[in-house]
């Protein structure tokens, strides 16, 4: 199916139940710090971006694959989905695995979070859980590549299962989108470069495009370096593949470069002191902004300024999406604070 026939975004991959838990300050081992409030939300890439995209009022189908357990934490991430209105035929239950989930520490006066991650049923999504022909959505988005066991494995070909997804995806006539988790291993330049020639967008956050490109970007705070090395990496990503763009965020905004040579930059927001709660989801928010953007036929730099206020939306709330409200409300956000220069 052409993509001019096609609506709606298809999202593949993690679905984790975060249980957040907000504390005053971290601790050192055998000390006791004080838990101030706890929730449960969503968590995961795939997760995260739909809902992210209810509460942004999108206006097309919105389905998911991924496989969770039959427990409490599966039924909980499975009823919340069908409430929100998101197809969940693809959504599976397996029996005798527990569902994914994550315990989130997060601090209140910082906003920095530890994660204490369960990979649950997500280990078991595979290549046979995938029936792309079931939908006609424009969009497939799979991450997090690195959080995927079945789907990160190197098979005896020399590729992963997500690189064969991803380009039956492509041949079907899907715009691809990808995001990484930031694992701090070496696995980034053994495993992901197979999927690239198969994916039309790259989502990376500064430390994702430092480990993927082997240039560091990290606590960078030279403008002109930062964007000096920027495109380093993007001719290093480039040369593996990524069909059209890739978008590297972090906290001063987010540089986007196009296949064809186009190089965006967007600065963040100027949030004023004591407004981040919590950083959790940030990333996934910023893609779901820039995402609806691109579904919709939006110029990329208005699709960058969407994505940065959304993402400072959900920075105002310790979950990953219940910060964020419908568009109109995201970018009167960004008149209200301002950008960064």
């Given at each position: ?107 209140k006066q ?65 715009i691809t ?92 927001l100027f ?71």
């Open positions: 199916m052409q993509q001019a026939q096609r609506s709606g975004i298809l999202a593949a991959g993690n679905w984790i139940l975060d249980e957040v838990k907000l504390i005053d300050k971290f601790p050192e081992e055998q000390s006791l710090v004080n838990i101030l409030d706890e929730y449960k939300s969503n968590g995961g890439s795939a997760y995260n971006i739909l809902s992210a995209l209810v509460r942004l009022g999108a206006a097309f189908p919105l389905e998911a694959i991924g496989l969770v357990g039959d427990d409490a934490h599966g039924r909980w991430i499975l009823a919340d989905c069908k409430q929100a209105g998101i197809n969940c035929d693809q959504l599976k239950s397996l029996p005798d695995v527990p569902s994914s989930y994550t315990l989130v520490v997060s601090v910082s906003g920095k979070r530890t994660f204490f991650h369960h990979r649950g049923a997500n280990a078991k999504l595979e290549k046979s859980h995938f029936n792309l022909n079931q939908s006609q959505a424009k969009i497939f988005h799979l991450g997090y590549l690195l959080l995927l066991d079945k789907l990160d494995e190197i098979q005896s070909n020399g590729r992963t299962q997500a690189s064969e997804i991803l380009e039956e995806a492509k041949q079907q006539g899907f989108t990808v995001d990484l988790v930031s694992e701090n291993s070496d696995r980034f330049t053994n495993i992901v470069p197979c999927a690239l020639p198969y994916v039309d967008y790259l989502f990376l956050n500064e430390f994702e495009a430092s480990r993927l490109a082997g240039i560091d970007l990290m606590e960078l705070h030279d403008e002109q370096e930062m964007e000096r090395r920027c495109m380093q990496v993007f001719d290093n990503i480039f040369a593996m593949g990524v069909q059209d763009w890739i978008i590297i965020h972090f906290p001063a905004g987010v540089w986007a470069a196009q296949r064809n040579g186009l190089r965006l930059f967007q600065p963040s949030l004023p002191e004591g407004y981040i709660v919590g950083n959790n989801g940030a990333g996934d928010a910023l893609a779901a902004g820039i995402l609806l953007a691109v579904h919709e036929g939006w110029p990329m730099q208005e699709a960058l300024k969407l994505g940065v206020c959304v993402a400072a939306a959900s920075l105002a709330d310790v979950t990953c999406s219940d910060g964020i409200s419908d568009i109109k409300s995201c970018l009167e956000l960004g008149e209200e604070l301002g950008f960064r220069k």
